[in-house]
């Protein structure tokens, strides 16, 4: 094929920064879309709603007919998104993206809880003991995925 077009395979070097490019077009592709609060709202209405059709889902959302499809597009092309038999449904890979947002979302719920562990220097105390950092964290944060990032090495 490379021969027939005229164009030469690239060195690896070059093929793995084209590589990280297309990863990080493609991130940003992603935070475009779920910092769109009309996106984000179809994107989890079809996560809750899976399987209805797509009049339900654009009633639910409450946009013109333009805006709900240009939505549901774009997320179909960053493959958050998929359609079969008229009905739409989150990929394997909308649904990690789903649960990352969900993540990110209770983040900001917690924000103050973050702050306030922040002020009292747990986070960064490496001369805390570490039994003392973890119940710090744990009377302040209810939430479990929080507390096991809060808890992660390197903290």
């Known amino acids: 094929m490379n ?3 005229g164009n030469k395979p690239l060195p690896k070097r070059d093929h793995d920064r084209a590589g990280k490019n297309q990863k990080s077009q493609a991130l940003a592709q ?3 879309l779920m910092s769109d609060d009309k996106s984000l ?7 809750l709603a899976s399987g209805d059709s797509s009049d339900i889902l654009r009633t639910q959302v409450k946009l013109t007919r333009k805006q709900y499809y240009s939505r549901v597009s ?3 092309q960053a493959g958050l998104v998929k359609r079969q038999k008229g009905k739409y449904y989150l990929t394997a890979f909308g649904r990690v993206i789903y649960d990352a947002q ?3 979302a209770n983040a900001v719920k917690n924000n103050w809880k973050l702050k306030a562990i922040d002020s009292l220097g747990v986070a960064n105390d490496y001369n805390m003991p570490d039994e003392e950092r973890k119940k710090i964290i744990d009377q302040i944060i209810s939430d479990q995925q929080i507390k096991e990032i809060l808890f992660s090495p390197g903290f």
């Open 74 to 76: 774009r997320l179909i």
């Open 3 to 5: 021969a027939i077009s």
């Open 41 to 47: 709202l179809i994107f989890r209405t079809i996560f």
């Open 102 to 104: 969900r993540l990110v």
């Open 30 to 32: 992603v935070l475009k």
